[in-house]
C-alpha cells in the first residue's frame, strides 16, 4: 500500500517562532488531508489539499503532487498550537480510507 | 448539526467480553469508516462503508465486525475481547473527500 512518511517526528519551539511540517508519500493520489490532533485526542481538519496551496490565518499548506510531497507552514505559534499534526492520503476515490502517517508532535513554549 | 458523535467516551473491558462501540452522523454523508489509534502512531483502517447495507475491510479488520442499517448509524462490534485491541477508536463520515472525526472512544482491554 501507499507509504506516508512525515518529518520531523517531534518539534519544539517558543512561542512567536515558525515551523516547517513535511509529508511525503510513495504514489499519487486523489485525497491528502492535514489534522491537528489535540491535547485532548479531537482530530480537526486542517486542509484539504491534494494538489496546490492554501491559507487558513497563520497556517498554510502546498502540496506538490507531481513530486509526491506536501508542507504544512505554521507561523507566529502560539501554545494552543501543540499537539500531533496528521498527513493522511487517499489514493483512489471516496470510498477508500485515509492512509495515515506516524504524525508530526508539536510542542509551543511560552 | 452535530457532527460525528461517538459512544461511550471510555470503556474497559475483561478478556473475552464483547461490546458495540455506537457511531451517529447527521450530515447525511454516504461514506463512514472506523479507524483504530495506537499509542504514538497514526490512524490505521478497520473497516468502512460506501452506504447503507454496503460494509467492507480496511487493513486491520481481524477481531471486529460492523453493520449499516441506516445512512446515519455505523457501529462497530467487538466479539471477543483481547489485549491487543486496546486502543482508542474513532468514527469517521465524509461525502466526497474530505472526512469529519468523531471524538473518539477510548478502550481498555484487561
Known amino acids: 500500500g501507499i507509504q506516508v512518511e512525515q518529518s520531523p517526528p517531534d518539534l519544539i519551539l517558543q512561542e512567536g517562532a515558525n515551523s516547517t511540517l513535511r509529508c511525503n508519500f510513495s504514489?499519487?493520489?486523489?485525497?491528502l488531508q492535514w489534522f491537528h490532533q489535540n491535547p485532548w485526542g479531537q482530530l480537526i481538519n486542517l486542509f484539504y489539499?491534494?494538489?496546490g496551496t492554501k491559507q487558513n490565518g497563520r497556517l498554510s499548506a502546498t502540496t506538490v503532487a507531481t513530486e509526491r510531497y506536501s508542507l504544512l507552514y505554521i507561523s507566529s505559534s502560539q501554545t494552543t498550537d501543540s499537539g500531533v499534526y496528521f498527513c493522511?492520503?487517499?489514493?483512489?476515490?471516496?470510498?477508500?480510507?485515509?492512509?495515515f502517517g506516524k504524525g508530526t508532535h508539536l510542542i509551543i513554549q511560552p | 448539526n452535530a457532527g460525528v458523535t461517538q459512544t461511550p467516551k471510555f470503556r474497559i473491558l475483561k478478556i473475552g467480553q464483547s461490546m458495540t462501540l455506537q457511531c451517529t452522523q447527521d450530515?447525511?454523508?454516504?461514506?463512514m469508516y472506523w479507524y483504530r489509534q495506537d499509542p504514538g502512531m497514526g490512524l490505521k483502517l478497520i473497516y468502512y462503508?460506501?452506504?447503507?447495507?454496503?460494509?467492507d475491510k480496511g487493513e486491520v479488520p481481524n477481531g471486529y465486525n460492523v453493520s449499516r442499517s441506516t445512512t446515519e448509524d455505523f457501529p462497530l462490534r467487538l466479539e471477543l475481547a483481547a489485549p491487543s485491541q486496546t486502543s482508542v477508536y474513532f468514527c469517521?463520515?465524509?461525502?466526497?473527500?474530505?472526512?469529519?472525526f468523531g471524538p473518539g472512544t477510548r478502550l481498555t482491554v484487561l
Open positions: 462503508s460506501v452506504g447503507a447495507g454496503i460494509t
Open positions: 493522511a492520503v487517499q489514493k483512489g476515490g471516496g470510498a477508500d480510507g485515509l492512509t
Open positions: 450530515m447525511n454523508h454516504n461514506y
Open positions: 489539499i491534494p494538489s
Open positions: 504514489d499519487s493520489v486523489n485525497n
Open positions: 469517521a463520515s465524509s461525502y466526497e473527500a474530505t472526512q469529519y
